[in-house]
């Protein structure tokens, strides 16, 4: 079965904070991708990032990096100095079945505070 | 300007009364799927499509049917609401799944409650 965990529901911090957003996935597909996806407050979702199974070099752009750890089957993200627009509920996803079948994580609200 | 558009972006309606929500997408994508979006669950995903004519179940179909007559459509198709699918649903496409080089675009979503 596949099933994405994101543990920590909410977080909030100061700007100009460095903040980590935890994601754990499990899968017995030894293919597969994991994606970012931003929630703002408006709803609509903004793609951020994904990564395949096989590519476990950690990302950077810009203020946000990813960290992919297959031994541990996370995939965590990392703002750095946040900033008030970084506000949003950020939602790690999973895909498997030749990309067809997605799961999605619970999602974590980010508050960031000026 | 490559989109996924929904309608309608809000609805209220009452149980029983069949409705559909229509998602079309102007990218010729062959994958097209819904989800809905409900508070501690996050996305599930409730029909996927491969193409035209080739459609199978995601996570949560329970109450819901979906046809992929055209390319550029997927409505989602409630025969009979119930509250319990009052949600946020999203139509997203993409060229095949999450094939290399490619993203998947997201509809802004529906919000649809059921009373």
């Known amino acids: 079965a596949q099933k994405v965990t994101q543990a920590q529901t909410e977080i909030s911090v100061v700007e100009k904070e460095d903040v980590t957003l935890d994601c754990v996935y499990e899968?017995?597909?030894?293919?597969?991708?994991l994606f970012w996806y931003k929630q703002p407050p408006s709803g609509e979702l903004v793609f951020l990032i994904r990564?395949?199974?096989?590519?476990?070099q950690n990302e950077i752009s810009g203020r946000y990096s990813w960290n992919f750890q297959k031994s541990t089957s996370s995939f965590n993200f990392t703002i750095t100095a946040s900033q008030v627009v970084d506000s949003a509920v950020y939602f790690c996803?999973?895909?498997?079945?030749?990309?067809?079948?997605?799961?999605f994580g619970s999602g974590t609200k980010l508050n960031v505070k000026p | 300007e490559a989109q996924v558009t929904q309608n309608p972006r809000y609805l209220i309606t009452v149980t029983g009364k069949k409705l559909t929500v229509t998602c079309s997408q102007n990218?010729?994508?062959?994958?097209m799927s819904w989800y809905r979006q409900d508070p501690g669950l996050g996305l599930r995903q409730i029909y996927y499509?491969?193409?035209?004519?080739?459609?199978d179940k995601g996570d949560v179909p329970e109450g819901y049917k979906v046809s992929r007559k055209e390319k550029r459509n997927f409505p989602l198709i409630l025969e009979s609401p119930s509250p319990n699918q009052t949600s946020l649903y999203f139509c997203?496409?993409?060229?095949?799944?999450?094939?290399?080089?490619?993203?998947?675009?997201f509809g802004e979503g529906s919000w649809l409650t059921v009373v």
């Open positions: 997203a496409s993409s060229l095949r799944g999450a094939p290399s080089g490619n993203t998947i675009y």
């Open positions: 899968t017995r597909d030894t293919t597969y991708y």
């Open positions: 990564r395949n199974s096989f590519d476990e």
């Open positions: 996803a999973l895909s498997v079945q030749n990309f067809n079948k997605f799961y």
């Open positions: 990218m010729n994508h062959e994958y």
């Open positions: 499509s491969m193409n035209v004519e080739v459609t």
